[in-house]
Nanobody, 118 residues
Framework: QVQLVESGGGLVQPGGSLRLSCVAS????????MAWYRQAPGRQRELVAR???????NYADSVKGRFSIFRPSGNNTVYLQMNNLLPEDTAVYYC????????????WGPGTQVWVSS
């Protein structure tokens, strides 16, 4: 059974930093693309950052230079380091996994809330 569990959300002041974690179980991590999405109230879910199994990175323009996705080898965890947070980064952040050998296999975590406010 595939399970993604996010953690690390919370309240932070503008300009602050947070690191989100997503622990994946039930998948062979090396063969999956991992990504972070977010959804703010009244808005559609949007891609924040993706790292595919080939090591290619994609970032939303709004977070380039501030956010970084990384997945250290040896554990089934993907991180989203978020620096210089802005109020518009407030959203629920979701971990996403897609099997590149069968892209119909896609999973989501339950999400972790990030608030950026003074």
């Amino acid at each position: 059974q595939v399970q993604l569990v996010e953690s690390g959300g919370g309240l932070v002041q503008p300009g602050g930093s947070l690191r989100l974690s997503c622990v994946a179980s039930g998948i062979k991590f090396a063969f999956w693309d991992m990504a972070w999405y977010r959804q703010a109230p009244g808005r559609q879910r949007e891609l924040v950052a993706r790292r595919n199994r080939g090591g290619i990175f994609n970032y939303a323009d709004s977070v380039k230079g501030r956010f970084s996705i990384f997945r250290p080898s040896g554990n089934n965890t993907v991180y989203l380091q978020m620096n210089n947070l802005l109020p518009e980064d407030t959203a629920v952040y979701y971990c996403n996994a897609v099997d590149q050998l069968n892209t119909s296999n896609e999973y989501w975590g339950p999400g972790t809330q990030v608030w950026v406010s003074s």
